[in-house]
Every structure is written in structure tokens, then in C-alpha cells.
């Protein structure tokens, strides 16, 4: 295959896609211009395989402006086919050049060449053309004659209405050119056959008139507008034309004779030998005519005759005029009636349609009224379902204060060092009376000492059910990650006993009141936020208690999205401090909304568990913020993003890395694929089941 064509090529289009703008060409024959006069002529034939298997070459992103090219003759360039992509446009191995356009390159081609009809595309005497052919209005052909040997034109294809159907016409003043065609140049011309083997023709230049034979297509009832044509070469001569010029047809004769074309001079003489008989004739009727009108007689007869005529006439014109006059009325009328009728009925229907809306109306005032009286009723129990709240609130208040004080008086009688824990692992609230662990002893740096002699008796002393294994869990979780999900608030509050004064801590319980951000926002919550970010050199634990009162994906919204990256301050612009942790603690009933798992999964949790609970004595000492916060900067490595954990997938990896680095300071000896366990469990798995609703029962 050849890498590129120099020169044009001389191709029929055989299909463009009007929608997409894209078609193929088929390549006939090499071609050029002839130096003498610059007219186009066949170069060469195009070899076999020249163009690629398919034979044709590939025309993409046709101009609008020639997409009427279809079944046409064109010129054009062709270059390779780089990009073979679509096997159904684009198989071709050649597609049309780039040629400057409009000021552009486009991929464009040029018209050239008059399609020769076959003899069998012209159907009846009438010359209609086959519709088959594809041929448009107004192009111009030739035709071929007698088994190919002779050829005629030019021809201009014409719409004719009745029937709708193409014909040919002359072109040029009722005639046509007749030539043989094997006299004709080879090189202005090319005969090919196309896919279904039917032989074609193109003629690349119009041979010259001289070289063919006239054929006039004139009729007889033509030739008077041909003889107006001729007069109006020369105007003069038609003014001062009268019937005592001797010699006018001769004159005529003249007219003709100026004609410089040898083919028009012998057709208008061939047409005036026609028309002289007729001349001829006409001056001798013209004087019989003459003669005849002079007559006394003939005028009184044409006199009587114009009379008649003109009385017929008018009787004709008057009568017409009375019975368009009288349909018109009959018209009117009937209009008026028509008229009369569709504005009764658009009244009824205005009417019916009036009825439907002012049921509509009524009915909307009875629902109204119904509405606004099941107000009053739901308004009144609101009411009184907030007055009992009120009630209940304060019955509440009062049980509490003589429950406190019993407890108090139980402790001052002696039973307090028994009674004690029991009452507090029952409300699960620290108590006010128990001493609060203070910094006077030494600090601690180690963390498993911190473990085994603060935060273990601790949570034992708050009678938590967790084995030395879920203290190490809770301490890993909080210092990995942001916000860690546990069975009871004690959890919380032990642990910043165990720190020491350099931990603070708040229990806030959800209301089932919070709908939105805002509401959980304001007052506890964001006086707690604000505080651990001015006093940051100490620990803040957030507590919410009865976090799933409410629909946590509502309030909590922002701050999930913090933790989960997508990011990075609170609707107040506040950021997340890094001595704050939050902690959620499920109600310890079934009167509490399903939490969903995508919610969870930016938690992390620490499971309650069966087992020997630590009940050593709390060793006096306090943890440093500045050393707590060193335990807590394990490398977040990066680790393999978890299946269903939706957006907190990330975050979750970020943290499961977190706490393996966590465990495994904290016990070094240990397998690390079993601290990946762990850490995969408190991240992706404890959260879920701590938030169950079964793990209430």
C-alpha cells in the first residue's frame, strides 16, 4: 500500500450519512489539468489495490454545505487511513485529504464531471428519467444513444408536477448536440462499471458544438415565442414594422444571418426555413383581411355580433354576481349559526366547569374547617402531654432527691464502703460524695503501669464489666482514635479519674428533642468544645449518654463528616482539638432509634466482657497530657481500605493502623498479625454490636 497519493483523484461518491456527516467515495481514475486551456482530463488509471482492500476511500466530517454530493462525481486528495477505529466507518485504509477551505483545512471536495445516462435510465418519450438513477433537479447531463456509440447534450434534469416525476429538457434554446463518442478525446471522458456490474459514464469536459450534429427539439407551437427572441435583437427594426414595409420577412432573414455561433447561425436558419411557408401565408390572409373589414356589410355584421357578445356578457357577469352574492349571504348565515352554537356550548362548559369549582371550593372550606378543629384537638393534647412532662419531670426530680438522700444517709451510717459501688455501677453517674483523684502522686510515663495501677481499679471500682484486656482496649481506643463507642458512660469518667487532674470530663445525655446539629450545639456541648480548645495542655472527654435517644445521623451529622474527612471544621468553624475525645453510650433500654451501621462505621468501641474484673487498690499518681499525648502518636501507616464501611473506609484504615502501632508498644512480645486482629475488631466490628438493639436485653 502505498503511503500517499500526489495528485487528484477522480471519484463518484457512492453514500453519505446525513446525520452523522460521513460517506465513502469510489476512486475511478487519476486526473489533471491540461496546460492549453486548464480544463480537467484522465491522467491514468488507478491500479488494482491501489486503494486498500475495500476499493474505496473513506470521507469523515462532511462540511453540511456538501452533503448534496451524494451519487456526484468529485475531485479530490486522499492520504492513509492512521487511525482505524470504528469497523463500520472507518475500515477504509485511505481517507480525503486535508485542502484549505474558507480559510481553513478541511477535508472537502470539488464537482467535477457530467454524468452520461444510460440509454435505459430514460423511460417513456417524455424523457422522464428512472428515479433510480439519483440524480437532483437542475443538474445538467448527457445521454447515450443507439448501444453506446453516440452521445447527446447537454441535458438539465427538471421537476414536472403532473405526474411528480424528472425529466430532461435542452438546456440551451430547444437543442441539443449529437456526438459519436468514439471520436471524442479519450482523455475527456471515462467509462467504468460499478458494483452491480452496470456500465457508467463520465464526461470531464463538454466537447465543442462544431464537433456534433444539431438536433433541434423546437415544436411548432414554439416557434412563434423563437421568432419574438429573434425580433428582440433588434428593436428598431420591430418599431418600425408596419404592413407597407416590403421585405420584412427578408429582413427577419438578416437578423438571423447575425448570429456569430456557425451552430446557432445553422439552427436559426433550419427554424426560419420552417416559419417562411408560414409567413407567407399569413400576408396573403392578412390582405384578404383587409379587403373584408372595409365592407359596409361586414361592419353592421361585426357590429350586431359585438352587441350580442357584449349583452351575453354581461347577463353572464350579472347573473354570476347575483349567485356569488347569494352564496355569500347563505355563507354568512350558516357561519353566524356556527358561530352562535360553539359560544352556547363554551358557555355550558364554562358553566360545568363553574359548578366542579365551587364544589372544589366547598369541599376545601369543609376540609379546612376539619383541619383547623383536629388542630384544636392535637393542640390541646400537646398541651397536655407537655403538662404531664412537666409533672413527671418534677415527680422525677423529687423521687431523685429522696433516693440521693437515702444513699447519703446509708453512707454516713457505716454501710458506705459495701453499698457504695453497687449504687454507682447502678446509676452509672460518678458520685459527688467519692473523693476526686488528684495529681499528688508521682507522675506515670509508662503506659502499662498506668493500666495495671489506675485506669484497672478504676474501672473495677465503677464496677464496669471489663477484663484487664477490654482496659487495654479502651486505653488504645481513645488514644487512637477520635470517637469511641462504649457500653455505659462510667467507662468515660473512670477513665479520666485514672488520668488525673489533667483529664476533664463531661456527660451530656441526648434528648430525643435533637433533629438537627444546632440543637445538640448549643449550651453543654459547645461550652465543653470551646474549653478543651483554650485549655489545651489537659484531656477532654465528651460523653454522650443515651447517644441513640435521637437519630444520631441528624445531630450528629458534622461531626461525623470530621471524622470521616469529608471536612474539616464545624458549622461555627470550630476544628476538632487534638486533647478531645467523644464517646458514645447506647440507652440501657429498648426505648431508643435504630442507629445505622453507616453511622457506626466512623466509630471506633470497646465491648463489655465477662471475666475476672481488676480489683487491685487505686495507686496514687497522674498522667501528664504532654506524656498521654506522646502514647497517642503512633504512625498512621497505610493500610488496606475494608469493604462496606462506605465513606469512613479511609478514616477507619487510618485508625486500624493507629491502634496496631498502639498495641504493639504497648506489648511488644505479642504476634502482630494478632494486634491487626484487635485493632480490626475495636475499629470495624465492636462499635456495630455494642449499638445493637439485641445487646440492650
Known amino acids: 500500500m502505498s503511503n500517499c497519493h500526489i495528485g487528484y483523484v477522480l471519484g463518484y461518491v457512492d453514500f453519505i450519512h446525513e446525520a452523522a456527516l460521513w460517506g465513502r467515495i469510489r476512486p475511478l481514475v ?24 475495500t476499493r474505496l476511500v473513506f470521507w469523515p466530517v462532511i462540511p453540511r454545505e456538501q452533503a448534496h454530493l451524494v451519487h456526484r462525481y468529485v475531485r479530490f486528495k486522499v492520504e492513509p487511513n492512521e487511525k482505524p477505529r470504528d469497523p463500520e466507518r472507518e475500515r477504509d485504509e485511505f481517507v480525503v485529504a486535508e485542502e484549505r477551505w474558507n480559510g481553513s ?8 464531471g457530467l454524468t452520461i445516462l444510460p440509454e435505459n435510465s430514460i423511460i417513456d418519450s417524455e424523457r422522464a428519467v428512472d428515479p433510480r438513477s439519483g440524480l437532483r433537479s437542475q443538474s445538467t447531463v448527457y445521454r447515450r444513444k443507439m448501444n453506446g456509440t453516440l452521445i447527446d447534450g447537454p441535458w438539465r434534469v427538471v421537476d414536472i408536477s403532473d405526474p411528480a416525476r424528472l425529466c430532461l429538457q435542452p438546456r440551451e434554446d430547444d437543442h441539443v448536440v449529437e456526438y459519436t463518442l468514439g471520436r471524442l478525446n479519450q482523455e475527456t471522458y471515462h467509462v467504468w462499471d460499478d458494483e452491480y456490474g452496470v456500465n457508467q459514464a463520465v464526461l470531464l469536459t463538454e466537447p465543442a458544438k462544431t464537433d456534433g450534429r444539431v438536433i433541434d427539439h423546437l415544436t411548432e407551437s414554439g416557434l412563434a415565442d423563437w421568432l419574438i427572441r429573434v425580433f ?21 432573414g438578416e437578423l438571423l444571418e447575425t448570429a456569430t455561433d456557425p451552430v446557432l447561425r445553422k439552427l436559426n436558419e433550419q427554424r426560419f426555413a420552417r416559419l417562411d411557408s408560414a409567413l407567407k401565408a399569413l400576408a396573403v390572409d392578412e390582405s384578404r383581411s383587409d379587403d ?20 351575453s356578457e354581461r347577463g353572464q357577469i350579472e347573473a354570476a354576481a347575483q ?42 372550606e369543609r376540609l379546612r374547617d376539619n383541619a383547623q378543629a383536629e388542630a384544636q384537638r392535637d393542640e390541646s393534647s400537646i398541651r397536655a402531654a407537655a403538662n404531664h412532662l412537666v409533672e413527671a419531670r418534677e415527680r422525677i426530680i423529687r423521687d431523685f432527691s429522696a433516693f440521693h438522700g437515702l444513699i447519703e444517709s446509708m453512707w454516713t451510717s457505716g454501710g458506705g464502703s459495701s453499698a457504695r459501688p453497687l449504687v454507682a455501677k447502678t446509676l452509672n453517674v460518678p458520685s459527688s460524695t467519692r473523693p476526686t483523684v488528684v495529681p499528688e502522686g508521682p507522675a506515670i510515663d509508662d503506659p502499662n503501669v498506668f493500666l495495671a ?29 477520635r470517637w469511641v463507642a462504649t457500653p455505659c458512660p462510667s467507662w468515660g469518667v473512670a477513665y479520666a479519674e485514672a488520668i488525673g487532674a489533667c483529664a476533664r470530663h463531661r456527660i451530656v445525655a441526648a434528648e430525643p428533642t435533637w433533629l438537627s446539629f444546632s440543637d445538640a450545639w448549643g449550651g453543654e456541648v459547645e461550652d465543653f468544645w470551646r474549653e478543651a480548645v483554650e485549655r489545651h495542655d ?17 445531630w450528629a451529622r458534622p461531626l461525623l463528616d470530621i471524622v470521616s474527612g469529608l471536612r474539616s471544621t464545624l458549622p461555627s468553624g470550630l476544628a476538632w482539638p487534638e486533647n478531645l475525645r467523644l464517646i458514645a453510650c ?33 495507686t496514687p499518681g497522674h498522667v501528664p497530657f504532654a506524656v498521654w499525648s506522646r502514647w497517642g502518636m503512633a504512625q498512621r501507616g497505610s493500610s488496606r481500605l475494608s469493604p462496606g464501611l462506605g465513606v469512613a473506609a479511609r478514616s477507619a484504615a487510618l485508625d486500624r493502623s493507629a491502634l496496631t502501632e498502639t498495641f504493639r508498644r504497648l506489648e511488644p512480645d505479642d504476634d502482630p498479625e494478632q494486634a491487626k486482629q484487635i485493632a480490626r475488631e475495636i475499629r470495624e466490628v465492636n462499635a456495630r454490636m455494642i449499638f445493637a438493639r439485641g445487646a440492650r436485653a
Request: hydrophobic share 45%; net charge positive.
Open 538 to 554: 489537659e484531656l477532654h472527654l465528651l460523653i454522650f449518654a443515651d447517644a441513640d435517644r435521637a437519630l444520631v445521623q441528624c
Open 453 to 481: 495501677d489506675r485506669l484497672g481499679p478504676t474501672m473495677g471500682w465503677w464496677g464496669a464489666e471489663a477484663t484487664r484486656l477490654q482496659v487495654k482496649r479502651l486505653h488504645a481506643a481513645l488514644v487512637s482514635c
Open 292 to 311: 373584408l373589414v372595409e365592407m359596409p356589410r361586414f361592419k353592421e355584421i361585426l357590429d350586431a355580433a359585438i352587441n350580442r357578445k357584449i349583452a
Open 586 to 618: 447506647p440507652s440501657a433500654d429498648e426505648a431508643a432509634l435504630p442507629v445505622p451501621d453507616w453511622v457506626v462505621a466512623h466509630w471506633a468501641g470497646v465491648r463489655a466482657a465477662q471475666g475476672t474484673r481488676p480489683d487491685e487498690a487505686i
Open 105 to 112: 483545512m478541511r477535508r472537502v471536495v470539488s464537482p467535477l
Open 323 to 364: 349567485e356569488q352574492a347569494c352564496d355569500a349571504l347563505g355563507r354568512l348565515g350558516q357561519e353566524r349559526e356556527l358561530a352562535v352554537a360553539q359560544a352556547e356550548r363554551e358557555k355550558q362548559a364554562i358553566l360545568r366547569e363553574l359548578d366542579k369549582i365551587r364544589a372544589a371550593v366547598a369541599d376545601a
Open 232 to 252: 428582440k435583437r433588434d428593436k428598431p427594426f420591430l418599431t418600425s414594422l408596419d404592413r407597407a414595409s416590403p421585405g420584412w420577412r427578408g429582413r427577419i
Open 30 to 53: 487519476m486526473v489533471k489539468k491540461r496546460a492549453a486551456d486548464g480544463e480537467w482530463k484522465v491522467d491514468r488509471s488507478c491500479e488494482p489495490g491501489e486503494f486498500g482492500a
